[in-house]
C-alpha cells in the first residue's frame, strides 16, 4: 500500500512541477518581452496604465500557469502510464526541464522568424496585423513579442509531444538495463 500512495504522490508532485514551470515560463519570456515592447501588450491587452512591464510580467505568469496546467494533465497522465508509476520524480524532473528548453528555444525561434517575416515585407505584416508601429525598428520589436509567444505556444504543443515519446523511450532504456 505505501508503494501505491508514493506513485500517487510522485505524480502529484510532477503535476506540480508541470504547473510551476508553466509560470516561470511565462514571468521569464513576458519579463524580456515586455522590456522590448511594451507597445505590443499595450494595443493587445488594451492596456492604458504607465506599469505595463509589471503587468505583463503578470498576464505571463497567470498565462503560463493555465499553460501548464493543460501540460500537468497531458504530461502526467502520459508518464503515469508510460511507467505505471513505476518512474522516480528525478526521471520526470529531466525529462519537465528538456520541454521548458524546447518550449524556450520555439520562444526564440518564434521572435526571430517573425522579425524576419517583417523585415521581408513590413507591408504584409501590417496587413495581417494593424496595430504594428510604423517606426522600422518598433515594428521588429512588436513582431519579436507576437512571434515569440506564438512559439511559445507551439513550442509547448511540440514539448509535450516529444517530451512523452522521450519519456516512453527512455523508460524502456531503463526497464531493460
Excluded at 20 to 28: E, Y
Excluded at 59 to 87: P, R
Excluded at 99 to 116: E, K, N, P, R, S
Aim: with cysteine; glycine share 12%; proline share 2%.
Amino acid at each position: 500500500m505505501a508503494k501505491q500512495t508514493s506513485s500517487i504522490q510522485n505524480l502529484f508532485f510532477i503535476s506540480i512541477t508541470c504547473v510551476l514551470m508553466g509560470g516561470l515560463i511565462g514571468a521569464v519570456s513576458n519579463m524580456i518581452n515586455g522590456s522590448i515592447s511594451a507597445y505590443y501588450f499595450k494595443t493587445t491587452m488594451n492596456w492604458g496604465f504607465p506599469e505595463i512591464w509589471i503587468a505583463s510580467v503578470a498576464q505571463g505568469i497567470l498565462e503560463g500557469l493555465f499553460h501548464g496546467v493543460l501540460f500537468a494533465l497531458i504530461f502526467t497522465t502520459g508518464f503515469g502510464l508510460v511507467t505505471k508509476g513505476k518512474a522516480d520524480y528525478a526521471f520526470a524532473f529531466k525529462h519537465i526541464i528538456r520541454i521548458a528548453m524546447i518550449v524556450m528555444i520555439c520562444w526564440t525561434i518564434g521572435g526571430l522568424l517573425a522579425v524576419m517575416l517583417v523585415s521581408l515585407s513590413p507591408e504584409f505584416y501590417r496587413s495581417h496585423f494593424p496595430w504594428t508601429p510604423t517606426d522600422v525598428i518598433e515594428q521588429m520589436k512588436y513582431a519579436w513579442v507576437g512571434g515569440s509567444i506564438w512559439g511559445e505556444i507551439i513550442g509547448g504543443f511540440l514539448g509535450s509531444v516529444v517530451g512523452l515519446v522521450t519519456v516512453k523511450n527512455n523508460w524502456e532504456i531503463k526497464i531493460s538495463s
